[in-house]
Every structure is written in C-alpha cells, then in structure tokens.
C-alpha cells in the first residue's frame, strides 16, 4: 500500500498540501524511498510551516517512543526521540527528577524540543533546551546513523540542535534531568503598572526565582498592566506522585466558527484573567502542571480560533531595546484593533545556546497571539518586523509562517554554516520559503 | 510478583498497556516476531522498573516455535496471572480478495496463532485455577463490512471462540474479549486520523480496568458498545445494500 496524500495542520491551523505520511515508530523502519524530500514531524505544535512540508514525505515520529536508560543517581534519560515531555514527566517526576527547560505546552516530542531548541519559563539560569543534551542519535538518509556530542560530530551536534528537522532524523536523545524534590511549584504573583516594569521587575525578581515570565494584558489600553508570574520548585520533602498527571479536563472537538475568538472575547478573558490574579499578590504552592501548562487544561484549544486560525509572532531583541521594542509593537498591535490573548515578555540570560540557529540570544523576547484576519494581520506583521529589525532582533521560526529569507539570514547571521550540515533529502515550507533549501 | 505473558509485544496497545503495569514487582515475557523491537520493549520496560522483561521470537505458522516460547514462560516463571494477545494484521483488503494465500496469512496470524497461544496458556490457568485470559477483537468483527470483511471474519472468530474458551474456564480464569475501535497506532499509520481514533494508552486502560472487574467483553472506548449495538439492529436486508 503506498501512501495517500493526507493533511497536516501546525498548531496555527496551517494545513500542508500534496504531503505524504510516512511512519517511524520503530528506530530501524524505513525512511521513504526514492527523491522526493521528507521531513520529521512530531506533535505538530510548531505555531507555522517549519513542521510542514508540501508535495513530500512528513516522517511522524510520535511513535518512536520508548525509554531506552536511566540512571536514577545521576538524571541521565536516554530516549526516543518520539517522546513526548507528558509521558516524560510521567516517568521521572515520581522518581524525583523534572525537565530540565519545557516550553509552555508538554504536548510536544523530545525531537521537536531538540530542533527548536526550546526555551522556557528559566531561560535566564538554565539556558536552552539543548543545554541539556549531551548526544543524539541522528539518522541521515544516507542510511547512517551519526552519534552526535559536543565530543563527536561536533558541527552535526550543533546543527541539530536548533535544526528545524532539516539534519535528519533524531532518533534518541541523552538529556541530563534536573532532580526535584515536591511535584509542587511555590508560584509568586506581582501585578505589573507601565512599560518599565515589565523590564525592571524582571531583573530585580531574576536572581530569586528560576521561573519567571511576564503576561501583559494586550487588551487594556492606557499604561500597560499586566503579572509578573515566577516560581521555583518547593524544596521541602513531599510526596512526589498523588494527582500531579491530569489529562485535560476540556477538549474542543471540532473548529469553532470563525470569528468566536475576537477582539471582544479577548478583552473578556485578558480582563477577567487579570482581575482574577491581579489580587492574589501572596505566595502559593501549586502543582507544576498547572504553572507550566495552563493552556494544556483544554485540549485542542487551537480550534477556538475557527478555519483561519491562529497566528504567533514572537522576536527577542536586545536587552537595551526592551521597553522600545515593546511600546512601539503593542502600540501597533493596538491602533491596528488586533487583540491578544498570550501576550508574554520574558528576558532570556547570557547562558549561550549550542545551537548554530538557536533562537534565544541575551535580550528581551517577546510575543503576541493574535486570531488569523488574513491580510489585515499580514499588514501589521510586516509592520511588527519593522520594528524588531530596526532593533536588530530576530525572528522566531517555531512561531513562523511569513519570514523572508532576508528576515531569515538577519535573524540568523550563521545560516551559511548552518547550510552544509543538511541532510540533502530535507526540506520544509520552511526551509523552501526562506532559502535554506531547494 | 505479577507475571505478564504477552504475544505481539510490539504491539503498540500491548506495549501502552506494559508500561503502565512495569513496576519492580511486574515480570514480562514478550512474544513476537522482530528480536530488534522486542529487544528496544524490554528496554523501556525495564527502565521503567520491571522485575525482568525476557524476549522470545517466532515466525509465522511454527506451531512447535509458538509452543516453545510460550512454554519457556511457564517454566521460567512458574504461573502468570495475565495473557495478552495482540498480534493481529490489518491487510490490504483487495489484495486479500484476489490472493488466498494473503487470506490465509490473515487468518494464521489474527486467528489461528491466537486460539494455539490461547489454548495453550488456558490449560495453565485452568490446573492453577487462576489467570485472566486477554484477546484484542475489534469491532470490525461485529458486523461484516465491504471494505474490510476478511480482517472482520478473522476478528469475529475470536468472538465465538472466547465465548465457548469462557464457559469452559469460568469462574476460576476470566477470559477477557477486548474490542476497540479505530486506534492510533502503526496498524493505522496510513490512515487519516479522525475523531473517532483513540490511542492505545485508552485502550491499555479500558484493559486494566477490564481486568480488575473480571469482565467478559468489552469495547473501547466503552461507546462503541452503543455504536455496535445499533448496527447490529440494522436488518441485514439493509446491510445488504450498504457499500462502506
Ligand atoms: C501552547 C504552546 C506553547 C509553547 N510554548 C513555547 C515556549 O514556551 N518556548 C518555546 O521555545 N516554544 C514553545 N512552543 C513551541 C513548541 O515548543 C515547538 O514548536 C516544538 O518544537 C514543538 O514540538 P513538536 O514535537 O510538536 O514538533 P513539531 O512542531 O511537529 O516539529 C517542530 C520541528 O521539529 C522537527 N522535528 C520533530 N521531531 C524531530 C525528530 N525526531 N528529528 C528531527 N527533527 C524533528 C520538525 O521537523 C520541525 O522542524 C509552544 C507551542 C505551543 C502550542
Ligand atoms: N489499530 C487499530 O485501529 C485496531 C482496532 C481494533 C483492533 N485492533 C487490534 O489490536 C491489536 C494490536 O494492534 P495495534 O493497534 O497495537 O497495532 P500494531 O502496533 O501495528 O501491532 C500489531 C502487532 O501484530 C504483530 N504482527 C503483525 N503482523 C504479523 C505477522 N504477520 N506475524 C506475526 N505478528 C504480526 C506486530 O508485530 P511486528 O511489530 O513485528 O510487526 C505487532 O506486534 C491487533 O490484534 C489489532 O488487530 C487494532
């Protein structure tokens, strides 16, 4: 049986056209014969196109997911690349150990982690997700397999990591573990007044928590309000298991109509979502699904956003540019009548990424969700980009599906390198619209 | 100790259903055809924790091969309290309507090397007096369809077989007929997902749960009860005439 054409969809609803689906669920089954190109696609949470490929093969990986070692005294987890960070978490948090960087969703694979390399609530300690890998097991449609290390295949290592699944197939992973001792999260809250705060408080608060981000209420015009959100792990003894895996409760079963998600409804939930917690200034100890996945509580919750559905846009831009870059996009964001829901400040740390096209470089990253209007928020991104490019920052391809391939090579001044470590049979809408492939 | 005997351990509902039982006090023994993949199953279940996890490989139509994996087990482990069987083929129906031999290949696997297996552990579990006997079913045996009748007849004979296995075990050893719907596992990896697909891990705990409350058949997710129930109430006349 040779496969059928079969539509894939990015988290942002972008659907794929002409795609063919072939399945790696076991490390030595067979990449699809023949020319045309592939690419690995693991849960599909790439906001854009760079986990979609047009008219080739999508290389689904979710399957491929085994445990393969642990150690418990030392946190070292050799996986497949399959996993995802919620059957993760499943395994280490009862045995005292936790995600060493996790993005805000754990509905994702370890090898989407890798090929984005993810950043986190901690960016500004711990560093990338790829900090945390120590090798790869990395299948090259040569028929190779490349063990890849900072000590092995050192270039190929630093290609993958951040290599948007245009270097192969990861097969498995070695991520050193961050150990834990509670499952809970002593979560602090601070209402945010004015631009400022939003830098200042950060910087003041970094140093106390290992988690930090900010959420701005895109919605409320006038000085900008908003919560500063921190946390670290308790540190007492407790137990590590009773009720910390819940499923999501919710689950939106089919695309909403259009337009449900507007600027009306936003403006209800960022009001309310502030007002509910602008008071709770106290400490509290939570559960660490509910810190570092809200939004997980609702499964599909991407289809509220109807058949045109949602759009990212997230930039960092250096430090000192900050509070400009902000004013100036929300500015925008706001006099275009664009709403947001996940509107999030954080500042990321001087700790380097591996990764030759790794995303988070020191600074301040920023990032709006904003419903799908099609050429009306074609318009203000293309104005956004003015902005962040004026600042010299840099665009983020997880949450891509307009770049240029100039806004690509400025973002990413090590593309050239980056160029002759992939694998000839790669390629993604991505990769196609921004010059990195054929 | 809990023993876990299982045929297909590289099924993904199997493997979905080992994980969630791999505890330091669980033993497997897992039966199938690719030492490779039974081997990367061992791993993960003992990572897990699992006591012991011990492979052991077959080839289609050895009689004497499935006799003496399954018997290894028994002597290895003395007794096991679970067996399940999950392998099963899900073949290219047109084919099948052209090439007898893939028919029969259909029925050896998803039939005839099921009933061998299960047989065969039933004598155990019936001089123990002790064990739960699983088979995965489908709903696609529950009523013969155009597109896909031949995996449906291997799948409904494991119906007839469970119930009379049943009588003669019952009460001391459960027999457990499991049919679940459409899941997302390699079996389907070309199909569309729709929402009707659920994932083995739905289905490995419909499994559990089916076993601790000793039940006799079930489906999973537990609607397709509903859904089976109400096609089975179609007159065949108008079966007839149906095309899907
Ligand atoms: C609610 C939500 C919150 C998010 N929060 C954050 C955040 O805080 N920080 C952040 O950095 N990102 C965040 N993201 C983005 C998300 O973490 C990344 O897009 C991630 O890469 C998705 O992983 P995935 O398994 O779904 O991969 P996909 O989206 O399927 O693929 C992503 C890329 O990885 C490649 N890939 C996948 N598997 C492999 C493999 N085995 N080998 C090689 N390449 C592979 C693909 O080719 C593709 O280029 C968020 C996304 C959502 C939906
Ligand atoms: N997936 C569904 O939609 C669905 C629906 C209803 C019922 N079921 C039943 O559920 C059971 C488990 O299936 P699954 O969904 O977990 O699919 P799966 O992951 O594809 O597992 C199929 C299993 O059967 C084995 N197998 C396949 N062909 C074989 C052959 N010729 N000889 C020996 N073994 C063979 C496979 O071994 P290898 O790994 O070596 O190939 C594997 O262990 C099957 O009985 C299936 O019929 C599945």
Known sequence: ?438 | MKNHLILGATSAIAQAYCRMHAGEDTRFWLIGRNQSRLDAVAADLLTRGAASATVRTCVNGDYAGLEAALGDGFRALQAFDVFLAAQGTLPDHAACENDARLTAEVMQVNTIEVMQAALFVAKRFESRRAGSCVIIGSVAGDRGRRSNYIYGASKAALDTFCEGLRQRLLPAVQVLLVKPGPVDSPMTALLAKTALFTTPEKVAADISAAIRRRSATIYSPGHWRVIMFLIRLLPRQIVKRLQA
């Open chain 1, 1 to 438: 049986m040779s496969a059928p054409v079969k539509t894939f969809y990015s988290w942002g609803r972008r659907a794929s056209s002409g795609t063919r689906s072939a399945n790696l669920a076991w490390m030595d089954d067979a990449l699809p014969a023949g020319e045309v190109p592939f690419l690995p696609y693991g849960l599909g949470r790439s906001y854009g196109d760079s986990c979609l490929l047009d008219h080739g093969f999508l290389v689904e990986t979710r399957q491929l997911n085994r445990l393969i070692s642990f150690d418990k005294k030392t946190g070292l987890l050799v996986c497949e690349a399959g996993c995802s960070l919620a059957q993760l978490l499943e395994f280490c948090v009862p045995r005292g150990w936790f995600i060493p960087v996790t993005p805000g969703t754990k509905f994702v694979t370890v090898g989407g982690c890798v090929a984005n390399d993810v950043h986190g609530k901690n960016h500004h300690r711990a560093g990338t997700f790829g900090c945390f890998v120590r090798r790869i097991g990395l299948r090259r449609s040569d028929g190779t397999v490349r063990v890849c290390s900072p000590a092995e295949n050192t270039g190929l290592f630093r290609a993958t990591i951040g290599g948007l699944g245009l270097t192969g197939v990861i097969l498995w992973v070695e991520l050193q573990l961050r150990g834990i001792r509670s499952p809970l999260i002593r979560q602090q809250l601070e209402p945010l007044h004015g631009f400022d705060a939003f830098f200042e408080v950060a910087r003041r608060q970094e140093a106390a928590f290992e988690y930090s981000v900010a959420w701005l209420d895109a919605t409320h015009r006038g000085a900008p309000r908003g919560l500063f959100i921190a946390g670290n792990h308790v540190e007492d003894d407790g137990p590590l298991s009773a009720g910390v895996h819940p499923q999501p409760r919710f689950k939106i079963p089919r695309e909403l109509p259009d337009h449900m998600v507007n600027a009306w409804s936003l403006r209800l939930l960022n009001t309310g979502y502030y007002l509910a917690n602008a008071s709770r200034n106290a400490q509290r100890d939570v559960p660490y699904n509910g810190f570092f996945y809200p939004l997980d509580a609702v499964a599909d919750w991407n289809l509220a956003y109807g058949r045109k559905g949602l759009i990212q846009y997230q930039f960092v831009v250096p430090l000192e540019s900050g509070p400009e870059a902000l004013r100036e996009t929300l500015g925008k964001v706001q006099s275009a009548r664009q709403a947001s829901f996940l509107t999030v400040v954080k500042l990321f740390g001087a700790v380097e990424s591996p990764g030759l096209l790794s995303f988070p470089r020191p600074g301040a990253t920023i990032c709006f969700d904003l419903p799908n209007l099609g050429a009306a928020t074609d318009r203000l991104l293309d104005d956004l980009d003015r902005t962040v490019f004026a600042c010299k920052g840099a665009l983020y391809p997880a949450k891509d599906y307009r770049m240029s391939r100039d806004a690509f090579e400025r973002s990413y001044p090590r593309h050239a390198e980056f160029k002759s470590f992939i694998d000839p049979r790669c390629a993604s809408t991505f990769s196609r619209r921004t010059g990195l492939t054929a």
